[in-house]
Nanobody, 120 residues
Framework: QLQLVQSGGGLVQPGGSLRLSCAAS????????IGWFRQAPGKERKRLSC????????YYADSVKGRFTFSRDSAKNTVYLQMNTLKTEDTAVYYC?????????????WGQGTQVTVSS
Protein backbone atom coordinates (compact mmCIF):
# COMPACT_ATOMS: atom_id res chain seq x y z
CA GLN A 1 0.00 0.00 0.00
CA LEU A 2 1.38 3.37 -1.04
CA GLN A 3 1.73 5.63 1.92
CA LEU A 4 3.38 8.91 2.86
CA VAL A 5 3.36 9.70 6.57
CA GLN A 6 4.26 13.22 7.62
CA SER A 7 5.47 14.46 10.98
CA GLY A 8 6.74 17.72 12.36
CA GLY A 9 5.22 21.13 11.99
CA GLY A 10 3.56 23.26 14.61
CA LEU A 11 3.81 26.80 15.89
CA VAL A 12 7.05 28.76 15.73
CA GLN A 13 8.03 32.39 16.08
CA PRO A 14 9.32 34.38 13.12
CA GLY A 15 12.99 33.64 12.58
CA GLY A 16 12.65 30.18 14.08
CA SER A 17 13.15 26.75 12.58
CA LEU A 18 11.17 23.57 12.07
CA ARG A 19 11.84 20.25 10.43
CA LEU A 20 9.24 18.22 8.58
CA SER A 21 9.61 14.52 7.90
CA CYS A 22 7.87 12.33 5.36
CA ALA A 23 8.24 8.56 5.53
CA ALA A 24 7.37 6.69 2.36
CA SER A 25 6.27 3.09 2.07
CA UNK A 26 4.83 0.80 -0.57
CA UNK A 27 6.92 2.08 -3.45
CA UNK A 28 10.53 2.30 -4.55
CA UNK A 29 11.52 5.55 -2.96
CA UNK A 30 14.50 6.37 -5.14
CA UNK A 31 12.54 6.02 -8.39
CA UNK A 32 10.06 8.75 -7.63
CA UNK A 33 10.19 12.52 -7.74
CA ILE A 34 9.24 13.26 -4.17
CA GLY A 35 8.73 16.79 -3.02
CA TRP A 36 7.29 19.24 -0.56
CA PHE A 37 4.34 21.53 -1.19
CA ARG A 38 2.31 24.01 0.77
CA GLN A 39 -1.06 25.66 0.63
CA ALA A 40 -1.86 28.86 2.45
CA PRO A 41 -5.48 29.83 3.21
CA GLY A 42 -7.20 31.04 0.09
CA LYS A 43 -4.25 30.23 -2.15
CA GLU A 44 -3.30 27.44 -4.51
CA ARG A 45 -1.02 24.62 -3.50
CA LYS A 46 2.55 25.33 -4.57
CA ARG A 47 5.60 23.15 -4.95
CA LEU A 48 8.43 24.22 -2.66
CA SER A 49 11.12 21.66 -3.23
CA CYS A 50 11.48 18.45 -5.17
CA UNK A 51 14.02 15.79 -5.97
CA UNK A 52 14.68 15.55 -9.69
CA UNK A 53 15.13 11.89 -10.53
CA UNK A 54 16.57 12.80 -13.93
CA UNK A 55 19.68 14.56 -12.72
CA UNK A 56 19.69 14.16 -8.94
CA UNK A 57 19.30 17.88 -8.33
CA UNK A 58 16.95 19.49 -5.86
CA TYR A 59 14.49 22.11 -7.02
CA TYR A 60 13.63 25.01 -4.71
CA ALA A 61 11.00 27.65 -5.21
CA ASP A 62 12.37 31.17 -5.06
CA SER A 63 10.30 31.89 -1.98
CA VAL A 64 12.21 29.32 0.10
CA LYS A 65 15.59 29.18 -1.59
CA GLY A 66 18.37 29.70 0.93
CA ARG A 67 16.08 29.11 3.90
CA PHE A 68 14.68 25.63 3.35
CA THR A 69 16.71 22.50 2.76
CA PHE A 70 15.43 19.26 1.26
CA SER A 71 17.19 16.05 2.22
CA ARG A 72 16.66 12.34 1.64
CA ASP A 73 17.55 9.26 3.66
CA SER A 74 17.16 6.35 1.27
CA ALA A 75 17.86 3.80 3.98
CA LYS A 76 14.85 5.07 5.91
CA ASN A 77 12.72 5.91 2.85
CA THR A 78 12.28 9.33 4.38
CA VAL A 79 12.60 12.88 3.14
CA TYR A 80 12.98 15.95 5.28
CA LEU A 81 12.39 19.65 4.91
CA GLN A 82 14.50 21.76 7.21
CA MET A 83 12.93 25.19 7.44
CA ASN A 84 15.02 28.02 8.83
CA THR A 85 14.46 31.74 9.19
CA LEU A 86 10.74 31.19 9.04
CA LYS A 87 8.50 34.09 8.13
CA THR A 88 4.84 34.73 8.84
CA GLU A 89 4.14 34.20 5.15
CA ASP A 90 5.40 30.63 5.50
CA THR A 91 2.24 29.83 7.44
CA ALA A 92 0.43 27.11 5.52
CA VAL A 93 -0.45 23.45 5.41
CA TYR A 94 2.57 21.54 4.18
CA TYR A 95 2.41 18.33 2.18
CA CYS A 96 4.82 15.81 0.84
CA UNK A 97 3.91 13.87 -2.26
CA UNK A 98 5.50 11.97 -5.12
CA UNK A 99 4.98 10.99 -8.70
CA UNK A 100 6.81 8.78 -11.10
CA UNK A 101 8.27 11.57 -13.22
CA UNK A 102 9.68 14.93 -12.22
CA UNK A 103 8.05 16.84 -15.07
CA UNK A 104 4.65 15.26 -15.53
CA UNK A 105 2.26 12.67 -14.22
CA UNK A 106 -0.17 12.17 -11.41
CA UNK A 107 0.68 12.58 -7.78
CA UNK A 108 -0.47 10.12 -5.15
CA UNK A 109 -3.71 11.12 -3.44
CA TRP A 110 -3.06 14.15 -1.27
CA GLY A 111 -3.04 13.59 2.48
CA GLN A 112 -4.12 15.98 5.21
CA GLY A 113 -0.77 17.68 5.39
CA THR A 114 0.89 19.28 8.37
CA GLN A 115 0.07 22.72 9.70
CA VAL A 116 2.96 25.15 10.08
CA THR A 117 2.12 28.43 11.78
CA VAL A 118 4.68 31.21 12.05
CA SER A 119 3.51 33.82 14.49
CA SER A 120 4.75 35.87 17.39
Amino acid sequence: QLQLVQSGGGLVQPGGSLRLSCAASGFTFDHYAIGWFRQAPGKERKRLSCFNTNDGNIYYADSVKGRFTFSRDSAKNTVYLQMNTLKTEDTAVYYCNARRDYYFGVYFPWGQGTQVTVSS
